[in-house]
């Protein structure tokens, strides 16, 4: 059963991220230490004894499909209903339109907890605050004030629709048209595949983002257009009206998330009530201008899926140390320095054996890394929200465009790697559903694949994020991660003067790994820089979250638990990182010279 780490949780909040200095500044709306804590306290609660229960259900029951509609498993409607009813769906929402206005960084915190108990059920919010905040940013008024507020009640969900069976990674090939009506409407015509959550009976409506091409539009990515077609036309008393032309076709028989209905959407095939072929949509934005808008809607979604692997990380993880503490099996290796009797010759909990300690250290020290990576990412889109001035909020944004691909792609690496070793830590009862670990890692392997590959995120960061503002932008970071690793070094305690000694190390690798590649997109190495982007993206993400923990055992008050773990990962973990390096500053030649191994 999962049990949220509440105080990990807050502590990484309050003292890692910063959200306790913002609250103290005043930028962090209403926020309270004691406000804090209540959210996250009852966050806790509805995810372990609301969703948790529904989670193995909904895995073996899965959605069904049957006529153009998807029924979800038993309880998941009136889970949905008690979950929106509580206010979850608005917490970090405008307040204008009856959102919260609470940080972001809570936010992705209580989607933590979501994901954990039930990734199936997690990931379905995540669409719908997505959709606020396209809307919010590029919608008309006319449009903000008619979908806004049953979005952000959860009343209505919303999708992204983007993939196409010949367009994925590259939109560039997308064929889903829209034609234009006098009435300032338009009609799409066209098929999208994999649409989580496109049709189902959580709510009754859903409201769909769809990416659509003009007759007149440029060729490429320049001449997509972003429009909102809901699944019923809205009365203007807000109420559901006529079935609109755009209707779910099948839905996929996947590896994980069974609960969860990946769809294939077909719009305009003459199906709905208007009378006419063509589904209704309306423009979001400029016409030709909609890849920018939905870059909106995926930066949030890029974050929150990597807190779906976050969330199952740590679920595995919490489900691995309580198996490895009852678990017994051989006898004790363990040689206590004072120890007046041997050791006992009975059977042990496994957790006493050094190789399952390992595992554990290992899935503790990535869960906590990527925790604070994704918090830190949120904190930052917070801090550009609530900024003083134009300098200062762009100086955020770019710490949050450079966060984004690590906040994607460690936590859902981590989901991956962390749920395996669950399985590992179990033995065989891993290998059988009976223990429920399987079904995490059948989950966790998705989140590195959608909402752009963690290939994709590594070009990204790479090549858009790192030459922002001439190089200043990463450079001003990778300062403050070195400081701190002097503020580690200055500690005159045991054991800290170790840790910055391997975190000041990292530091020089990154550093020189960061300045070739900045140097290799100057000199238009285009090939060499993106020969060395996953490493980069890998070999950066260990030692920002390294640096965190460090910043945790810096903070940490009465104890020494947040030091070892932060120098476990130091001389485990991050020993990888002179090799991510040398991949870095010389792989290029080496997979240029074996691609004829692939003939």
Same mark, same amino acid.
């Given at each position: ?6 105080? @990990?949780?807050?502590f990484?909040?309050?003292?890692i ?9 005043g ?5 309270t ?23 193995a ?13 998807v ?24 307040? @204008?339109?009856?959102?919260?206005g ?31 905040e ?18 952000v009640s ?25 034609? %234009?009506?006098?009435d ?17 009976d ?9 990416? #659509?091409?003009?007759? $007149? ?5 320049k001449? =997509? ?16 009206? +006529?079935?609109n032309?755009a209707? /779910? ?7 994980? =998330?069974?609960?969860?209905?990946? /769809?294939?959407? =077909?719009?305009? $095939?003459?199906?709905?009530?208007s009378?006419? #072929? ?9 016409e030709?201008?909609?890849?920018? /808008?939905?870059?909106?809607?995926m930066n949030? +979604? ?11 990380a740590?679920?595995a ?16 290796t ?11 010759r ?18 503790? +020290? ?14 930052? !889109? ?41 399985i590992? =830590? ?5 290998y ?12 966790? %392997?998705?989140?590195?694949?959608? @909402? ?19 190089g ?15 503020a580690?070094?200055?500690?005159n @305690? ?10 000041e ?32 993206? %890998? !070999? ?6 390294? /640096?965190y ?24 973990l991050?020993?990888?990182v002179?090799g991510l ?14 691609r004829?191994?692939?003939?």
């Amino acid at each position: 059963m999962y049990r949220p780490p509440i105080e @990990e949780i807050a502590f990484t909040l309050r003292h890692i991220v910063g959200l306790e200095q913002a609250m103290a500044e005043g930028r962090a709306g209403d926020l309270t230490d004691d406000l804090l804590d209540a959210i996250l306290a009852e966050a806790g609660r509805f995810a372990e004894q609301e969703i948790a229960p529904l989670a193995a259900g909904g895995d073996r029951e899965g959605a069904r499909f049957q006529d153009g509609r998807v029924t979800m498993p038993a309880g998941w409607k009136a889970l949905y209903t008690a979950w929106r009813e509580g206010g979850w769906n608005g917490l970090s929402a405008p307040e @204008e339109q009856g959102g919260q206005g609470l940080p972001l960084s809570l936010a992705v915190a209580a989607s933590e907890m979501w994901n954990g108990a039930s990734m199936a059920f997690g990931i379905g919010p995540t669409l719908t605050a997505g959709a606020i905040e396209a809307l919010e940013a590029h919608g008309s008024d006319e449009l903000k004030q008619r979908y806004l507020p049953k979005l952000v009640s959860g009343e209505w969900m919303g999708t992204m629709n983007l993939t196409e069976p010949q367009a994925g990674s590259d939109l560039s090939t997308l064929r889903t048209r829209a034609e %234009r009506r006098g009435d300032g409407t338009y009609r799409i015509f066209g098929q999208k595949i994999y649409i989580t959550y496109g049709e189902h009976d959580l709510t009754d409506n859903i409201v769909h983002l769809v990416l #659509a091409r003009l007759p $007149d539009a440029p060729e490429g990515v320049k001449g =997509i257009s972003l429009f909102l077609v809901p699944k019923f036309l809205p009365h203007q008393n807000g109420t559901p009206g +006529a079935r609109n032309d755009a209707f /779910c076709h099948a839905i996929e028989h996947k590896l994980g =998330i069974h609960a969860s209905p990946t /769809c294939t959407m =077909i719009f305009g $095939d003459g199906r709905g009530e208007s009378g006419e #072929a063509g589904a209704i949509g309306w423009l979001v934005g400029e016409e030709n201008r909609g890849l920018a /808008c939905m870059f909106t809607m995926m930066n949030a +979604a890029r974050l929150f899926v990597g807190v779906q692997g976050l969330g199952v990380a740590e679920a595995a993880y919490g489900q691995a140390l309580a198996y490895a503490r009852e678990r017994r099996q051989g006898r004790s290796t363990l040689l206590a320095k004072d120890r007046a009797e041997p050791p006992s010759r009975d059977m042990v909990p496994i957790i006493e054996h050094p190789d399952v300690a390992r595992m554990l250290l290992s899935m503790k +020290a990535q869960v906590s890394a990527a925790r604070a990576i994704a918090y830190s990412c949120g904190h930052a !889109l917070d801090r550009a929200k609530h900024a003083a001035g134009e300098e200062e909020a762009r100086f955020w944004r770019e710490r949050a465009n450079l966060l984004t691909p690590l906040a994607k792609s460690f936590p859902t690496d981590v989901g991956v790697d962390v749920a395996s070793l669950g399985i590992q =830590i179990h033995g065989g009862m891993g290998y059988v559903e009976e223990t429920g670990a399987a079904r995490l890692l059948r989950d966790a %392997r998705i989140a590195p694949i959608y @909402e752009g590959t963690n290939g994709i995120q590594a070009i990204d960061l790479v090549t858009r994020k790192l030459p922002q503002s001439g190089g200043e932008s990463v450079r001003a970071y990778l300062g403050e991660l070195g400081e701190i690793a002097a503020a580690a070094r200055g500690r005159n @305690e045991p054991g800290f003067s170790a840790l910055a000694e391997r975190l000041e190390d990292a530091l020089r690798d990154l550093t020189e790994a960061t300045d070739r590649l900045l140097s290799w997109l100057g000199e238009g190495r285009m090939g060499d820089a993106l020969a060395g982007a996953t490493p980069y993206q %890998r !070999l950066f993400a260990l030692v920002a979250g390294n /640096c965190y923990l460090a910043k945790g055992a810096l903070a940490e008050r009465g104890g020494t638990a947040r030091l070892h773990l932060a120098r476990f990962m130091a001389d485990s973990l991050l020993t990888e990182v002179s090799g991510l390096k040398r991949q870095v500053l010389t792989g290029g030649e080496s997979l240029e010279a074996a691609r004829e191994c692939l003939q």
